[in-house]
């Protein structure tokens, strides 16, 4: 097997130990879901990683997050931004990618369980077609602005249901905590 990257093996509190973790495998390491400005990056990305993560949302949003990508870029590091929010991220976190030349990969959380009940992330949009997937990948955004538009009607309506969200509790099978 080789994997692409191995995400975030230690907490962010935990990330001096990165370097002796990438000493010690040929497996490329990602992190940076929980780093939040191009500051926090600066000492990881002399680490020796291989894939930067940052989350748009909590990084600054595109200008920051393109300024973290240009860092990375001159040490040689990867970019994949997480984004496990709605279509409006997305579509942020795409534009970083169709601008920088080291983007490898998209996370997305279209489709998976913690969108399963009750409603969709493109339930959101006018056009949903603007994320269909194709071998694997999505055509550039081409509309105004972000390329995409939300469907202010469905927003409206859904903020009329409260929602009682909260992060997941995630036990491993022994009981025990695990991180999500």
Request: glycine residues 8%; hydrophobic residues 45%.
């Amino acid at each position: 097997m080789h994997p692409l990257f191995v995400e975030e093996p230690v907490v962010p509190e935990l990330q001096l130990d990165l370097a002796k973790i990438t000493e010690a495998t040929t497996i490329p390491i990602a992190t940076g879901e929980r780093l939040y400005s191009r500051w926090d990056f600066r000492e990881v990305l002399r680490t020796g990683i291989a894939v930067v993560q940052p989350d748009l949302s909590h990084a600054g949003g595109i200008s920051e997050v393109r300024r973290i990508a240009a860092a990375a870029e001159t040490y040689g590091v990867s970019l994949a931004p997480h984004c496990p929010l709605g279509p409006i991220a997305f579509a942020s976190c795409l534009q970083v990618d169709f601008a920088s030349p080291n983007a490898i990969i998209q996370e997305t959380s279209l489709g998976i369980h913690y969108n399963a009940v009750g409603s969709e992330l493109l339930d959101y949009l006018v056009d949903p077609g603007v994320f269909e997937f194709a071998d694997s990948s999505i055509a550039r955004l081409t509309g105004p602005g972000l390329g995409i538009e939300i469907d202010e009607d469905v927003v409206r309506r859904k903020a009329m249901d409260s929602h009682n969200w909260h992060n997941p509790v995630w036990r491993h099978a022994d009981g025990s905590f695990a991180e999500w």
